[in-house]
């Protein structure tokens, strides 16, 4: 006999939106008559061998919906990157639950984890249906248009930079701002969305689709500086030399790695620090200042795509409807169908799993320090309604007296 038991986990970074997907899959399933549970994971997949399972069966509509428009994991999140032993101790307590779907919301290395349980229930010939649930700030899932979390950090990158711009233009100087992204620059090009008028920063975007050169850097801050007598710059975090290696590691005399052995780029602050010394310390310029905006992006409440929110909702909803008319694993993509629309598709797992979206060559600017407008109309939408504008005194200059 079925069971009619049901498991989603959160797994990776947090976003503003991935609640949304969590409450998606939670409703749409509890509409289906032969569903008795729906069970949450805590802490992803870490949860799951650990068998720490919530029953969201229990849970409110009310309460749910609150907890939807609240960012970060309700369920509590993990690092961890099961390698195949670990994907069979996670198949075997799904077994031993009786677990006949399951629905991870997460980015690459989630995805990954989708693909190897799946393939273990094959094997095993056990009955369950496995979706992955699409999700992460970098936007470099290969197959979606977008990625849901994404739009609202992006939203978040554009106002800060406009915010950083004024700050800059009243007070002129240096400013530095890094911005989560260690392979894909999407993020960090959204800050050109935070531009107005012709001389609004940022003025140079810098992304790990193009190789770094210190050099070649201090050259653009410098004729930036010269022009407008100030200069705003973005950077990814994750910008490297021509060898791959990563600039944060070159500059420091001190590299802290992760669990994974990479080099640590967020929440360090350290690669702003770097850049803004190499910049007094070579062009003089007395005014430099760095911020890293480290996790600030992820979850930050208040600076939410309505966009965003619904198609996160919506990815959760079509993953459970996906699971319970199809006759096959995947993971859900968004496909954009007009100047503004999107469907959904199910695409297979090994579509997806592993593998990593860079930004295309069409987003960025020949010169390899802005966007193109291809890339403004690609993310304007996905920003929301009711972004902040800003404006500026028209200053219908008053004629000197004692200084004409």
Known sequence: MP??????????????????????????????????????????????VNEEFVDLTQETSHNLELVAATPSSALGSTRDKPDIAYCQQIFEVLRAHEIEHFFYIGGNDSSDTVRIVSEEAHKAGYPLRCIHIPKTIDNDLVGSDHTPGFPSAARFVAQAFAGANLDNAALPGVYVGVVMGRHAGFLTAASALGKKFPDDGPHLIYLPERVFVLEKFLADVKATYEKYGRCVIAVSEGIHDASGEPIASLLAKEVERDA??????????????????????????????????????RSFIGCVSDVDQREAREVGEKAVQFAMWGDRDGSVAIKRTGFYSVDYEL??????AGKTRTMEDEFISTSGTDV??????????????????????RAAKVAKVLKP
């Open 260 to 297: 994974h052995g990479n080099v640590q780029l967020s929440g360090t602050g350290a690669l702003a620090d770097l850049l803004c010394d190499e910049i007094k310390a070579k062009l003089g310029i007395k005014r430099v200042r760095g911020d890293t905006f480290g996790y600030l992006q």
């Open 347 to 352: 695409l297979p797992l090994t579509e997806v």
């Open 372 to 393: 193109t407008d291809a890339f403004r109309l690609y993310l304007r939408p996905l920003l929301g309604s009711s972004m902040p504008d800003a404006f500026r005194l």
């Open 3 to 48: 069971s009619g038991k049901i498991l989603v986990a959160q797994g990776g970074g947090p976003t503003a939106v991935i609640n949304q997907s969590l409450v998606g899959v939670v409703l749409e399933s509890r509409r289906f008559q032969h569903v008795t549970r729906v069970y949450g994971a805590l802490h992803g997949v870490r949860g799951i």
